[in-house]
Structure formats: structure tokens, C-alpha cells
């Protein structure tokens, strides 16, 4: 759930990034179909310290911790320097379902709005709930890997197609 005044400033297929009305926060909420890998707690928060650390030039782990809603899931907050020069705050919560399943949820924004809405975005990830059963993600996931063989079985019959033509 996230706070009724943000809109959706972009959507994708596995990726929404949501702007609060002024600008100041961008707030991306990314899911993934792990293929069967499974992340320690202890993995799960190196891997949100490091988008964290990908996000902000100079970086450095602010805070981390785990979110104890859920069987696996870790927050991790970095200082450094956005694009822009100003100070920054990446907040990233990242919550396992499954053994397979992994939700990302990035909030960036200036040192100062941070402050403001660090409760916020607890909340946010707090209020979060998987809606899907294990056997439908595992079909969900059945589905995506079998339209990605095809997809590859198809550009390959396009590539030998054009290199017999030729």
C-alpha cells in the first residue's frame, strides 16, 4: 500500500515505479521469478546493500535490518550522492516468498524527504502480501520458461532461415 497521492509514473511487465506529487521520491516496486534459487537472510541483505550501492555514488550501509512480517525478507538503507550532487538515501526492502519468488522495493530520495517518510516506507513493505499460491507460482513460472524457449527456439529458425536464404 502506498500512500494514496503517489502515481504510477512508469509501468513494465515486472517493474512499477511510482513519484510522490512533488517529485522528491521515486519509489520502484520490481518483482522476479527467482528459477528456483533461494537467498539466505544474510544474502538477501548484501543483495539490497548492493543496489543501494549501484544507485548512489559513494555508498555506504546507513542501517539493516529484517523485516519480521515475513519468512525472508531484509531492508537495507544507503548514503551517498545522487547524479545530481545532492545527498541521498536508498531505501531497499527485499522480501522472499517461496523459495523462488523475490519482490523489490526501492525507495531514493534526498536526505531530508527521506527523513520524513522513513516510516513510510516500512510501512509500505509491511503492508506487502503475496496474493498467489506456491502451486500458481510455480505455474506462473512454468509458463514464463517455457514462452522464453520459444521465443529462443523461434529466433534461432529465423536465424538459419536467413543464413540458407543467403
Given at each position: ?10 509501468e ?116 506487502f ?18 514462452a ?19
Open positions: 500500500t502506498v500512500p494514496i497521492d503517489w502515481e504510477v509514473a512508469s513494465a511487465e515486472n517493474c512499477t515505479v511510482f513519484e510522490n506529487g512533488d517529485g522528491t521520491i521515486s519509489f520502484v516496486l520490481k518483482w522476479e521469478l527467482g528459477g528456483m534459487s533461494y537467498f539466505s537472510k544474510q544474502e538477501l541483505a548484501g543483495l539490497a546493500a548492493d543496489i543501494g550501492k549501484a544507485t548512489l555514488q559513494d555508498a555506504e550501509v546507513y542501517q539493516s535490518l529484517e523485516l519480521t512480517k515475513f519468512d525472508a525478507a531484509v531492508k537495507a538503507v544507503c548514503t551517498g550522492t545522487a547524479e545530481n550532487g545532492v545527498t541521498a538515501v536508498c531505501d531497499t526492502a527485499i522480501i522472499q516468498y517461496f523459495h523462488d519468488v523475490r519482490y523489490y522495493l526501492t525507495a531514493v530520495t534526498d536526505a531530508g524527504t527521506y527523513a520524513e517518510y522513513e516510516k513510510v516506507y516500512t510501512q509500505i513493505a509491511n503492508s502480501t503475496c496474493a498467489l499460491t506456491e502451486d500458481e507460482v510455480y505455474e506462473k513460472m512454468n509458463e514464463q520458461t517455457a522464453i524457449l520459444e521465443e529462443e527456439m523461434q529466433q534461432e529458425q529465423n536465424t538459419e532461415e536467413n543464413f540458407e536464404q543467403e
